[in-house]
């Protein structure tokens, strides 16, 4: 008991001894660069509108492929890291950060060998944003089937 | 063709939902794999309550480039071919309307580490 | 060797420390001991093909400039000691394979070349051993791989947060006579108070540190105004504010001769949050800065007490708290 009262003071204590950061620079950041990349794909789309025959559906995934692919690359030049540590979830939330979550451990996990290091450790962060997804997709689905 | 008003709302709803998600950051600690899937949920709540279409029509690319885009690109699908082929719809339909981002990303990610390495911080 | 008080040892033949070697990357070669460090790097991969291979590189490296600088070859190393951050302490085992020593392989986390230092002291103070090797290091990249996330995910670091210093250490304990010996050591135990945050080491490692700078305190019947200078290994900058406070306290005011190795490496310019951490924070600064000083007189008496974080990735996700350890070492300098 006597234990317990010490380990509770003392991680109370520790609470309030941290070092407390502003939060409104952070969420500036964060605001601005994941607004940039959100206008920079509507951008990219109204372009794509311009060729011919291009429906607003394959506008939308052609926008969100050409995200995906411009993230995976600045990834590999080892830049979006860096935009990451400045801008927070500015960068996780749009579908960069996932693009970026792929190919970072692709990335690190390689020297291991093509199989059992890249391919398999791909989708450590990324996993379970597609189980998560595919299990939701298939319930929302089931909901307006029996609904 | 190129609607500056619609630009200026996809800033503002696309920097604000980030800007939430910094709020969890902070508040919660939450890590990357967390956000994500958090966000990617909302997508599919906001899609199945009906939500999701009107705030696409507001604010584009706002509310479709966050991973959220991505949960309410995964929920359509399957209610739409729920809807249309039934139970295997609803199986097959999500994957397939998110197979383009999927597929890149994977595709991506292979290409780029053939030729990059993971740099050190400085 | 005797036992004094309840965990300290007392050296009775005083193992000596005659050569030191220490080698680090180029972000800590910017930091505050570059004047001290023997060698810095100009690029962390260390011409190998991973970082991993690179820690490999660090170990023998710092071992045969040690070896080289006393005028040793490795066939004449009694037994090499040591360990570091990797699962299964990978690099100091192939640095063993290189070497071709009797080896003892010893895990103590950030604690490692304290640890190893006790070891080897035990083993020359009983008269059996003529030599020592004490090696122990760190790498960022492969750190940051085992315990956080890709080097290339854009994620922010918390402000509690410390930076792993990528370096190794090599001190050599000899019989032989020198002007530095080790004279009193206290072994830890493991401390937990119920601190589950991985981002803050500082907070959860100080009460270790607290523990057996206390009972070495007890046990010797001294206080911190006896010696020159007392050193943590890598608490940082809260940590160390934290164990001012926690031996406040106790009962016992730490003075300005008290300092932190993760505190001091970086400067404040290299946006490190709470300093550096690691194996080799201690390791290089231990055989840099601190044995010059020791050597030429200018500290007489100095107090090492590194901590050691021993969680791994699967007992913190399992929801554990951080159990921490902190060994300690008295090294006293001859008159010049």
Known sequence: MEVFERDKKYNEYLNSKIPKTKPWPSLFHAFWIGGLICLFGEVIKDLLMLIPNMSVENASVWESIILIAIASILTGFGVYDKLGAYAGAGTIVPITGFSNSITSPALEFKREGFIFGLCAKMFIISGPVIVCGVIASIVAGLIYLIF | MFDFLMYLKVFLIGGTICMLGQILVITTKMTSARILVTFLLLGVILECVGAFEPMKEFAGSGVTVPIMGFGYTLAKGAIIAGEQEGLLGVFVGGLKAAAGGIAVAVTMAFLVSLFFSSKTKK | ?336
């Open chain 3, 1 to 336: 060797m005797r036992k004094i008080g309840k965990q300290t040892i007392e050296f009775e033949n005083m193992p000596n420390i005659i050569s030191s070697y220490s080698i680090v990357g180029p972000k800590e070669g910017k930091g505050n001991f570059s004047q001290y460090f023997h060698k810095i790097l100009d690029d962390d991969l260390f011409f190998q093909d991973s970082y991993e291979k690179a820690e490999r590189k660090l170990f023998l490296t710092a071992t045969q400039e040690a070896l080289k600088k006393c005028d040793m070859s490795q066939q004449d190393i009694d037994v090499l000691i040591g360990g570091d951050l990797m699962n299964q302490i990978i690099s100091s085992n192939f640095n063993a394979r290189e070497l071709q020593a009797p080896f003892l392989g010893v895990f103590g986390a950030c604690s490692t070349m304290v640890e190893s230092l006790i070891v080897g002291a035990c083993l020359i103070d009983g008269n059996g051993f003529k030599n020592a090797v004490c090696v122990t290091g760190s790498h960022f990249s492969t750190a940051e791989k085992q315990f956080r996330y890709p080097l290339e995910l854009g994620t922010q670091r918390p402000p509690t947060s410390q930076w792993t210093v990528t370096g190794a250490g090599c001190i050599i304990l000899s019989s032989k006579d020198s002007n530095v010996k080790i004279t009193k050591a206290t072994i830890g135990k493991v401390v937990d108070w119920n601190v589950c945050d991985v981002n803050n080491m500082g907070g959860a490692m100080a009460p270790a540190a607290l523990e057996t700078l206390y009972t070495f305190f007890e046990d010797t019947q001294t206080k911190p105004d006896d010696y020159d200078l007392i050193l943590t290994g890598d608490l940082g900058k809260l940590g160390s504010e934290i164990l001012r406070d926690l031996m406040e306290f106790r009962g016992y005011k730490l003075g300005a001769n008290y300092g932190d190795c993760g505190q001091m490496i970086f400067s404040n310019e290299q946006k490190v949050f709470q300093g550096g951490s690691g194996c080799g924070c201690v390791a290089s600064v231990l055989s840099s800065y601190v044995i010059d000083r020791l050597k030429c007189g200018k500290l007489k008496k100095v107090i090492v007490v590194a901590t050691g974080a021993l969680m791994s990735t699967i007992s913190s996700q399992q929801g554990d708290s951080i159990p921490c350890i902190a060994h300690l070492v008295l090294l006293e300098g001859k008159d010049v």
